[in-house]
């Protein structure tokens, strides 16, 4: 009888003891399939939610840099990302104070199904690898004199700085992705001869120029920016991504067209003009603008008829908006990339060059931005060869009426510019694993 007890007792023990080890191992297999399924870090980049629109560019190309995987969440969201989910993300995430969410694989496939509904206007675009940057730009300008160079410093991603003897010297075949600061590519300095002649910082860099175009071989600063222009031209020709802000879009197309014409008066050459140059321009050799008339005067602070400064009609500073258009993110990815944001309303803001002209523009140009009320375009993006471009009137997308000698714009009291996205979606964009466009 005792043994018969002491067997059940055994029996029933190891009944236990089997259960135990089965309720140990059940709850060992959840916890490894909830961590398995945390594998994706979310990163929106709504009106809302967002602390820090232009740091959460950042933290993808940090991502990126790391050898991680990406997608850019068109039109989700606000154009929201989805990172490979690991610590280091996710402390990046805390450090630079973006907002972010860890979701299962559940919840990625089912934001990802929602997307992929023919339904609704969203993509998810793979982002391949962190483009190599370079930005034209003097070696001795101070960040702050380029809204493109803020944001970079801003956001954390890395950049080179590059000028004409680099150009010359094919280095742009290093980089995916070119930046064209505030530079005046016809030889005519800025057109600020009217208002800053005598200024030592203008005599300054007349000289500078004139010293770097004799010690590259040129006899004229306009030779010498002619043939920067057309290096930078076959850059995008290749396969390179450009982008240009202010000045340097409409002046980059000026030098290309007036490639053999003298187009500048003495006080920046030292002889006279053409005679009748404006008939001698060839728009064919340009990327973006067509039919434009030069201002001859060199007395006036413009280059051409392309620049709607002047021209646009007196709009108060407080309603001062250009519209994005809105693109098919599963048809035309790519203008749906540089147009993500979370709204479609973006602040105005002034430049030498502020907007264009759309009877100037050529016809196979998207116009991406425009203020319908004066007809001029704000952001306009095309193709050239192997490569594309992306042009962006005004000069800070935070400070109104930038001025020669006015302080920097502090970003950090900008994290969530609309003006400034612009400006990195065209940085992001070169990662992305491109789609034929319809449009």
């Known amino acids: 009888m005792k043994q018969m007890c002491h067997s059940k007792y055994l029996k029933n023990y ?32 709504d009106e809302v939610t967002q602390t820090n629109h232009l740091k959460a560019y950042g933290i993808t190309y940090w991502s990126l840099n790391q050898g991680n995987k990406a997608k850019w969440l068109l039109n989700y969201e606000g154009g929201s990302f989805l990172l490979e989910d690991n610590e280091a993300t996710r402390n990046e995430c805390i450090i630079r104070g973006v907002t972010f969410s860890v979701i299962s694989d559940t919840e990625a496939a089912a934001i990802l199904y929602e997307i992929g509904s023919p339904s609704k206007n969203m993509e998810a675009i793979i982002l391949e690898k962190a483009p190599k940057i370079a930005v034209y730009s003097p070696k001795d300008k101070m960040p702050w004199d380029d809204a493109v160079t803020m944001v970079l410093t801003y956001a954390e991603i890395p950049f080179d700085i590059v000028y004409d003897t680099e150009v010359l010297e094919e280095k742009l075949l290093l980089y995916e992705w070119l930046h064209l600061h505030h530079e005046d590519f016809t030889g005519q300095f800025g057109k600020f001869y009217g208002s800053y002649r005598r200024a030592p910082w203008y005599l300054e860099q007349k000289k500078a120029a004139e010293n770097l175009a004799t010690e590259l071989g040129y006899k004229k600063v306009s030779q010498e920016k002619l043939a920067v222009a057309t290096k930078i031209r076959d850059f995008v020709i290749g396969g390179g991504f450009m982008f240009a802000m202010c000045s340097a879009t409409d002046s980059f197309d000026i030098a290309l067209a007036a490639s053999g014409v003298d187009i500048c008066e003495v006080m920046f050459d030292g002889d006279p003009s053409e005679k009748d140059y404006q008939d001698k321009i060839d728009f064919s050799k340009t990327l973006a603008f067509k039919d434009f008339d030069l201002v001859k005067s060199p007395m006036e602070y413009e280059f051409s008829s392309i620049d709607m400064t002047r021209k646009r009609r007196v709009i108060k500073r407080t309603s001062d908006y250009f519209s994005l258009k809105e693109y098919s993110a599963k048809w035309d990815p790519i203008p749906t990339m540089l147009c993500q944001n979370h709204t479609l309303l973006v602040k105005g803001f002034m430049g030498q060059t502020t907007s264009f002209e759309r009877n100037t523009i050529q016809s196979n140009v998207l116009i991406m931005g425009e203020v ?8 306009i993006h095309g193709i050239k060869g192997k490569g594309m471009f992306t042009f962006y009137g005004g000069h800070d997308p935070e400070d109104y009426q930038h001025r020669v000698g006015d302080p920097k714009t502090e970003l950090d009291l900008y994290p969530n510019s609309p003006g400034y996205r ?3 979606n065209n940085v992001l964009f070169p990662a992305a694993k491109k789609k034929k466009q319809k449009t």
Do not use: C, D, H
């Open 372 to 379: 319908k009320l004066n007809g001029e375009a704000r952001y």
């Open 422 to 424: 612009l400006i990195l």
């Open 14 to 45: 190891n009944l236990n003891k089997l259960s135990l080890f089965r309720l140990i191992w059940t709850v060992i297999f959840f916890l490894n399939i909830q961590t398995a399924l945390a594998s994706f870090i979310l990163i929106p980049m």
